[in-house]
Every structure is written in structure tokens, then in C-alpha cells.
């Protein structure tokens, strides 16, 4: 199995000085390495669910290649103010402040099953608040899937103590 972690680069002092950033967008120029990142996301998310939801922005592009391969609908999870439709939100909280994750409040039907997709979890908060939002919009969340894990922020663990059952590739 390709080893992902050699297409992703780090940048230092990204966005603020002493953090350590994962840059997927090397990935992404990679078209094999994009290919293969899908298709190993493929093999560990299963098929029990109708929807990938993918958290704004750098998740859209895994969740929707991912929903193509598996024959999945896509499901936005937008920042504050971006959806055309009444929309449901959460907000969580940031290093420094907050943010608010949105979607349309008639996106899911009660009951659907969905995938939640991003490219990385850190501290989980993200990911825990686009949980949160499927879930009051009375979707189930059945597993979440990220590219890269940073196991020492404690995210999927936090994820997983919230109910959600995590996979991902590169840690
Ligand atoms: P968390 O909420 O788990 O602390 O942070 C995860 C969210 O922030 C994800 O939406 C992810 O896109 C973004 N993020 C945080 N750190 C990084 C990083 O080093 N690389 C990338 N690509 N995204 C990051």
C-alpha cells in the first residue's frame, strides 16, 4: 500500500509561529497519490451510510471524490453564512474565538446515515462540531474519515468518547 505521508509536505510557522502545518495540496497536484489517498479511504470507511459530508474546505475534495467512488451523495458543511436555504449551525469554539459550521436544515432526513469527512483532526473540535450538526439535523453520524490523524491533540479520541467511530490514514 502507498505511503501517503511522503506526498504531504509540513510548513513551519503556519498559521502562527511554533505550528507544525499539513500541507495536503501536494497530495492533491499528485494525481496518483490523490487516487490512491481515495481509494484507501475507500477500503476502511465501509458502505452502511447514504451521504459523505464534507467539513469546508479541504474536506469537500475528499468527501466528494470519495462519494464518487463509493456512489454516495455529498452533503456541505459550510462556515457561517454561505448556504442559500434556512440552515441549521453549531458553533465551536477556536484557539482564539469561534467559529460556526452550517447546513442547509432540509439537507437530511431523519434517520439518514452519514460519513463524516475532513482532511485532518487536531484537537477534534471541527470534527465534533459537524457531528453535533448532523446529528441535530436528526442524521446519525456512523463513522468519520480524515487523510491525517494528530493523535497527540487527542481528537479522534475525543471524537470517538463522543460516540463516532474514527478511521484514518496517516498519523
Ligand atoms: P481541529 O478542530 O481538529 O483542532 O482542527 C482540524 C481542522 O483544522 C480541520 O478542518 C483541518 O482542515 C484544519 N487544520 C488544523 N491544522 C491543520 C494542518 O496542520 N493541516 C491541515 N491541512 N489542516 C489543518
Redesign the pocket.
Known sequence: MRDLSAAIR?IPDFPAPG??????TTLLLDGAAFGACIEQLAAVVGEDFNLVAG?????FVFAAALAHSLGKGVLLLRKRNKLPGATLGVN?A?EYGQDRIEMHADAVAPGTRVLLV????????????GAALIRQAGGVVVRAAFV?D?PD?G?ADALRADGVEVVALVA
Open positions: 509540513t505550528i507544525q502545518f499539513r500541507d495536503i467539513i469546508e474546505a479541504r474536506g465551536y477556536l475532513d482532511d485532518l483532526i487536531a484537537t477534534g473540535g471541527t470534527a465534533k462540531a491525517i494528530l491533540l481528537g
